[in-house]
């Protein structure tokens, strides 16, 4: 037996009352007087103690009373041996995020990571729901939830280690804020599917260098119960040296190419050569470079290029490191685009009233594209082999029906032509390279007009779309002339003057374009090209007619976008030349031709620069916000126990209630020893009559 409240057992002790008081002799209660003791004084009566207990069971049933009442205060009860009873198990929603960066190049990271992975799969339930993702610069889905459901219990590990068989990582950069996101987004569709209550976590595999970035996970609304778990691998060496692309030097002597060669802190390749290749042969170019560049440390290092090997595919190679996913840059020196500017007018160069001597001017310095500025005449003596869309036409003069239709057919190839209004005998000149007709002059109503209404988000004057620039009151036309459309005109109007006439109109033709300016540039018909606007305005149309702000040669592995300005292109590796091109983006660094319309050119892919930082990571992310442990389920939370009590002890004794029988029967012996004292006191009395008489 167990009490609830032990120290009112401490009452028992009360018992020594009863035996006590029967123990001790009273005096007699019957007196009977005798005649010879009627003259002594009276002494008090003596209380000696008997030699035998009077009333044994009465004595009996007060002790009982007494000890009843104190076992029943105790509050006593007897334990059970219960069943054990097993905590329900919570059914668990795992993603599963796998790093296979660049940096997961390094040895003996790849296979500690595909372990990580298996014994994770090992590990779960039937019960359990499993996604798998890699993180390469972008996301890829490996094990989706539906494969995961539609394989049997049994044969899931097996599935997951022949997806990651022949896995291997990439060249992309560590973005783990975004494979975080998408896998906390699987988490609703596993809900779905599961109906119940589960335990969320994301397990993100990988080494954690400085490189990942994670700042995107600041502020993400996390699931309660959530947890991110960061299982960790390490190399096999420490440390790394890393090569990365700066840029190309032009000089007098030709180009250079500039590559940064980069020590992590636990590097022990002191001693290291750079050396410059052709990329197609592999052949050395010039001699090597020795460097000895101590760890956390970095060195900037200059490469000539021969000017026969300027415009060839390049590499550079770094020598001496244990570690060789980022000891290559490949290097292709973009040549600029050239450009012809036919000048239709016959003015003089040196003729300051004429747009002639403002354009040759202004094409000055321009690198991409590069123009020539030729006239007409000197044009018809070229080759007439050039691609029309390397020529770019101006219009400073009527034309016959020879030179009109022959300019045409150059813009229906993909020419641009700018036909400036000097005369209005030029608008039939204009309307027949536009392709139209009915096109007639209009004389503007005001003989000083300024430009009243530009559309900014067209691309002859989105340039100027910022607020900033924006501003044309100040650039006065004093010899304006503008044209009248007929109602079907496809020419489209991109600026008009105050009065409402068209100032600037743009047609298509074919593959090119016809821009019709309505005035002379010269300075005495107006302050056009002497304004700060002049400049870019011409060359933002001059690249247009190139095909776009000149792009990039040289972009890392998963960052292409910008190597292709928008437009679709087909690809071809430098080792497979002969090959057909190909419309999937390579994922590799190296040497690419790309394909855009009729043009090719070679690009390049590097490695990411930030790959070669490889020290451990310092961001805090529970900073973020990132629940590195996880909350407890309500319903998986267990009862607490009061502190140094059993925890069945207050429910058995509710359940059992002894005390209310102790209590029932301490009253009943009461009402027993009641009677038993009555009886006796009854029969004391009449053996004293009895003795009296």
């Known amino acids: 037996m167990n009490f609830l409240s032990p120290w009112f057992l401490l009452g028992a002790a009360l018992i020594i009352g009863p035996i006590i008081a029967h123990l001790i002799r009273q005096a007699t209660k019957t007196r009977v007087v005798f005649s010879a003791t ?35 205060f105790a509050r006593p009860f007897f334990k059970q041996q219960l069943p054990t009873l097993t905590p329900p198990v919570i059914p668990q929603s795992i993603v599963a995020v796998l790093d296979e960066s660049a940096s997961m190049q390094r040895t003996g990271l790849w296979d500690a990571a595909r372990k990580k992975i298996t014994d994770l799969v090992d590990g779960l339930a039937p019960a359990d729901q499993f996604v798998l993702l890699a993180s390469d610069g972008g996301v890829t889905e490996l094990v989706s939830h539906e494969k995961w459901l539609a394989t049997p219990a049994t044969k899931r590990a097996a599935f997951v280690r022949a997806v990651l068989a022949n896995r291997q990582p990439g060249w992309g950069a560590k973005n783990l804020d975004t494979a975080i996101e998408m896998a ?9 599917s599961a109906n119940a209550v589960t335990r969320k976590k994301i397990v993100v595999v990988s080494d954690f260098t400085n490189s990942a970035r994670v700042a995107g996970l600041a502020g993400f609304p996390w699931p309660k119960g959530s947890e991110v778990d960061l299982e960790q691998v390490n190399p096999v060496n420490a440390g790394d040296a890393g090569l990365q692309w700066l840029g190309w030097s032009d000089g007098d002597t030709g180009p250079s190419i500039r590559v940064r060669v980069v020590q992590s802190a636990k590097s022990t390749a002191t001693k290291l050569t750079v050396q410059l290749r052709d990329a197609q042969t592999n052949a050395a170019i010039g001699s090597p470079q020795k460097l000895t560049i101590e760890a956390k440390d970095s060195q900037i290092v200059v490469l000539p290029v021969p000017k026969e090997n300027a415009e060839k595919p390049l590499r550079v190679d770094l020598d001496g490191d244990k570690e060789n996913f980022d000891n290559t840059v490949w290097a292709v020196h973009a040549a600029p685009r050239e450009m012809t500017l036919v000048y239709y007018g016959g003015h003089a160069a040196n003729d300051i009233k004429h747009a002639r001597f403002y354009l040759e001017r202004a094409i000055v310095g321009w690198k991409d594209p590069f123009v020539h500025f030729v006239t007409a005449e000197d044009a018809a003596k070229l080759d007439s082999s050039a691609k029309p869309a390397s020529q770019f036409f101006v219009v400073a003069g009527a034309l016959d029906h020879a030179a009109q239709d022959a300019l045409r057919q150059k813009i229906l190839a993909g020419s641009f032509a700018l036909v400036l209004l000097n005369d209005p005998a030029v608008v039939d000149t204009a309307a027949a390279l536009a392709g139209e007709t009915g096109w007639t002059p209009l004389k503007p109503a005001q003989k000083n007009a300024l430009f009243g209404q530009i559309d900014f988000q067209h691309p002859l004057f989105s340039l100027f779309a910022d607020p900033h620039f924006s501003d044309f009151t100040h650039i006065e036309f004093w010899q304006p002339q503008s044209v009248k459309l007929p109602d079907k005109s496809s020419t489209t109007v991109v600026a008009h003057f105050d009065d409402g006439s068209p100032a600037v109109l743009e047609a298509s033709a074919g593959k090119g374009r016809v821009v019709v300016w309505g005035g002379d540039w010269a300075p005495v018909s107006s302050q056009w090209v002497l304004s700060t606007k002049f400049v870019p305005w011409l060359e933002s149309l001059f690249e247009r007619a190139a095909g776009g702000v000149a792009r990039p040669a040289i972009a890392e592995v998963g960052d292409v976008a910008k190597l292709l300005g928008g437009e679709p292109a087909k690809w071809r590796p430098l080792v497979a030349s002969a090959d057909a091109f190909v419309e999937t983006t390579p994922t590799q660094p190296g040497v690419y031709q790309i394909q855009q319309g009729d043009a090719t050119r070679w690009v390049a892919l590097e490695v990411p620069a930030a790959a070669s930082d490889i020290s451990s990571m310092t961001t805090d992310w529970e900073k973020l916000g990132v629940p590195l442990h996880a909350q407890a389920l309500t319903s998986a939370a267990p009862l607490a126990a009061p502190l140094g009590q059993d925890q069945t002890a207050p429910v058995l004794e509710a359940q059992q209630k002894l005390w209310r029988w102790l209590l029932l029967g301490a009253a009943i012996l009461l009402a027993l020893e009641s009677m038993y004292s009555l009886a006796l006191s009854r029969r004391s009395e009449h053996n004293s009559n009895e003795a009296a008489a």
């Open 184 to 192: 906390a987004g699987d988490w609703e569709q596993m809900a779905e």
């Open 38 to 72: 009627r003259f002594l004084s009276p002494s008090p009566p003596k209380l000696d103690r008997r030699n035998r207990i009077e009333h044994p069971w009465l004595l009996l049933l007060r002790c009982l009373i007494v000890g009843a009442l104190a076992i029943g």
